[in-house]
């Protein structure tokens, strides 16, 4: 299975796409080469987050609905709190993706 595509939304991975667009678009880069940065930066990120961040979270709330397909859990919560060593976080809504990351490893 490929690399997780999940941080691809995220604001880092929507202006490497953006970036990757525009040098397509203005000729300076292949579109085969925009994907295969793509594909890079999904490797990357995974691999950074499972390596390199050593912080624990801690979350609570109200399960509002769950669903897993293609090896993805989503989970909706209310009315969650969420607790680092340091800091407390309370929101009223909000959207986890998890991957299985044996599964991205294959």
Known sequence: MANCELYRKATIGSSLTDALDELVTNGSISPILAVKVLMQFDKSMNEALQTKVKSKVNF???LHTYRFCDNVWTFFLENAVFKTEAEIHS???VKIVACDA???NQ
């Open 91 to 93: 929101v009223d809504k």
């Open 102 to 104: 044996k599964v991205l």
């Open 60 to 62: 609570k709330g109200h």
